[in-house]
């Protein structure tokens, strides 16, 4: 594996970030409309999907952008 290749494809990422979009605006709006908590599944979702984005993106970054010099 090449120094700086990410985790996630191109296309992969646009997709993690829509489902991160889609999941995040869903839980407020579910949150006001259903009278349960299953809200929070979607929340979770959205947490886990950051995750691998940030996961990603650490990735992503050059080994000398990493030591902070």
Same mark, same amino acid.
């Given at each position: 594996?090449? =120094? #700086?290749?990410?985790?996630?494809? %191109?296309?992969?990422?646009r997709?993690? +970030?829509? #489902?991160?979009l889609? /999941?995040?605006? =869903? /839980?407020?709006v579910?949150?006001?409309?259903v009278?349960?908590?299953? +809200?929070?599944?979607?929340?979770?979702? /959205?947490?886990m999907?950051? %995750?691998?984005?940030?996961?990603?993106? /650490?990735?992503?970054?050059?080994?000398?952008?990493? %030591?902070?010099d």
């Amino acid at each position: 594996m090449r =120094q #700086g290749s990410g985790i996630l494809t %191109t296309r992969q990422r646009r997709l993690a +970030w829509l #489902g991160f979009l889609l /999941a995040a605006l =869903q /839980a407020p709006v579910s949150a006001r409309l259903v009278s349960d908590d299953s +809200w929070l599944f979607s929340l979770c979702v /959205a947490l886990m999907v950051a %995750t691998v984005l940030i996961a990603d993106d /650490a990735r992503r970054r050059p080994a000398d952008a990493r %030591t902070g010099d």
